[in-house]
């Protein structure tokens, strides 16, 4: 067995305090997932039954022939496909190491580099950026077989399942460590409890399978409970799905529900609708609630702790509110030593329970779990009925549209454009993805913002290029030369 990722885990007394739900010493998740259920698993183009979706991962599994703890990354849109080699992967007693389609290579490579990935499966149309990341053994779902049989790798349930990337404002990618009973945990408290998800349901959403947000809404939540999924491969596909698809429990960010206010595509069948991965307005909240009838279920979550671990049911919801913590979680609010704080007021947000961070061979798991709680980077209060409500960032990550961007890494980019002298990168509030991405130029020579834009675009994912550009003379400074982020936000 390969051990890397094991042998790579912080120390035991560096975790989270953790309270999982009772499993087996010895289980894969992905044959949990599949478990015995009949019907349709997958809604596309062509309907997959459970069995079908069963024979399909099996054969990828054998395609692979890895010994149990290799990296495989798994580059794609969400697709039918995709879905399949994710279990696949898994059966195979493989890793999982995901990233989203958008990505370039530059970006692909950090990944592969850090968790030592040594195979992969994509999509023919993104196979080039793959090949230039790294060398790795490369198959496309061309080449895999629609079929075939495949005993699942008998994995314990605390062997690493999937290694999931979240980027800091460093830039540098963080893998967050996530075991085969965590995979289920977060099915058997978030899921369970607060959507309560049934065999005649149909899942589908925005959010990219390689974010965890995603990857439980496309995923993990409809087969733990022999439900339906409908993944659709780009945001603006998603509400024709509704229509033809007859979806009716959503996954998407407070941008994707703005978007879906100015549809006339009937939304009848939606019963269930999650927002997670930017604070939820409780004016969007209350518009959707007045097209639909639908109350949308707030939730925070994080990379680090695999899923949603403060929400509540829709009847249960205060708009604007997150909500109060998950079944199988607690949380609290606290100051910088650690102590709770009293109703009302302002601090760290502390989570601990059924899922929690362990860093792939990373110093920053020290700052991310303090005292056996998980600190989430965020600004919380709680009120006197124990709902959270979301106050900033304790960092400057830039969250827009439900995707996290490193401010540092676009500022990197845009400092290899030769007439780039000088930049600085902020979040800059918008009406319409709630922040984007602006950055402050003091150019060496004439260029325009078009032209910068287009820079960063060719150079990261596109989705992290500035939508906002401003020239400056020179930046704002303290005495000692750091640049004053704060004024800058200022001018947002």
Same mark, same amino acid.
């Given at each position: 067995m390969d051990t890397f990722a094991k042998d790579r885990l912080p120390p035991p007394e560096a975790w989270p305090t953790l309270t999982p739900p009772a499993y087996p010493d010895r289980l894969n998740a992905a044959v949990e997932l599949l478990g015995q259920h009949a019907g349709i698993a997958v809604r596309g183009e062509t309907d997959w039954s459970y069995e079908e979706l069963n024979t399909r991962s099996d054969a990828i599994a054998a395609a692979l022939s890895i010994e149990p703890g290799t990296r495989v990354l798994l580059h794609s849109a969400n697709t039918p496909e995709a879905i399949a080699a994710w279990l696949g992967i898994l059966k195979a007693g493989g890793i999982v190491v995901a990233t989203m389609p958008l990505l370039r290579a530059g970006e692909i490579a950090k990944v592969i580099e850090k968790a030592h990935v040594t195979h992969a499966i994509t999509e023919e149309r993104l196979a080039e950026e793959v090949v230039r990341a790294g060398e790795v053994e490369l198959l496309t779902f061309h080449e895999l077989p629609a079929a075939g049989s495949f005993t699942a790798v008998d994995t314990a349930a605390d062997d690493v399942a999937i290694? $999931?990337? !979240? #980027? /800091?404002?460093?830039?540098?990618? @963080?893998? *967050?460590?996530?075991?085969?009973?965590?995979?289920? +945990?977060? *099915?058997?408290?978030? #899921? @369970?409890?607060?959507?309560?998800?049934q065999p005649a349901d149909v899942f589908s959403g925005t959010p990219p399978l390689a974010f965890t947000f995603g990857l439980g809404g496309h995923v993990l939540f409809p087969l733990r409970a022999g439900a339906s999924t409908a993944p659709v491969a780009a945001p603006d596909q998603l509400a024709p799905a509704i229509e033809e698809r007859r979806i009716t429990t959503l996954f998407t960010a407070p941008t994707g529900y703005r978007a879906l206010l100015k549809s006339d595509n009937d939304l009848s069948s939606l019963h269930t609708c999650v927002s997670a991965g930017e604070p939820l307005p409780a004016s969007v909240s209350d518009a959707w609630y007045e097209k639909t009838g639908i109350r949308i279920v707030?939730?925070?979550?994080? !990379? %680090?702790?695999?899923? &949603?671990?403060? +929400? #509540?049911?829709? $009847? %249960?919801? @205060?708009?604007?509110?997150?909500?109060?913590?998950?079944?199988?979680? %607690? $949380?609290?609010?606290?100051?910088?030593?650690?102590?709770?704080?009293?109703? /009302?007021? &302002?601090? =760290?947000? $502390?989570?601990?329970?059924?899922? /929690? *961070? =362990?860093?792939? %061979?990373?110093?920053?798991? #020290? !700052?991310?779990?303090?005292?056996?709680?998980?600190?989430? /980077?965020d600004a919380f209060s709680m009120d006197e009925d124990g709902y959270f409500w979301f106050q900033s960032r304790t960092d400057d990550m830039i969250i827009s549209s439900g995707y996290n961007i490193s401010g540092f890494e676009v500022e990197a980019a845009l400092l290899e454009h030769p007439a780039v002298a000088e930049c600085a990168v902020v979040a800059a509030p918008d009406s319409e993805r709630g922040h984007v991405v602006k950055a402050f130029v003091v150019a060496s020579q004439p260029v325009t913002a078009k032209e910068l834009q287009d820079h960063v675009k060719a150079k990261i994912a596109p989705y992290k290029y500035p939508r906002r550009v401003e020239f400056l003379d020179a930046l704002p400074r303290t005495p000692t030369g750091k640049v004053q982020r704060t004024v800058l936000r200022e001018r947002t």
């Open positions: 290694i $999931a990337f !979240t #980027s /800091g404002t460093t830039g540098l990618p @963080k893998g *967050c460590v996530h075991f085969h009973r965590d995979l289920l +945990a977060t *099915c058997d408290t978030f #899921s @369970k409890h607060i959507i309560d998800p707030d939730g925070i979550g994080s !990379t %680090e702790m695999l899923h &949603i671990f403060i +929400a #509540s049911p829709a $009847a %249960e919801a @205060k708009p604007g509110s997150v909500g109060r913590p998950v079944p199988g979680y %607690e $949380a609290r609010i606290v100051d910088r030593d650690m102590n709770t704080l009293a109703p /009302g007021e &302002i601090g =760290r947000l $502390a989570v601990r329970g059924a899922t /929690g *961070c =362990r860093y792939l %061979e990373d110093p920053r798991q #020290s !700052t991310y779990v303090v005292d056996g709680w998980n600190l989430t /980077g």
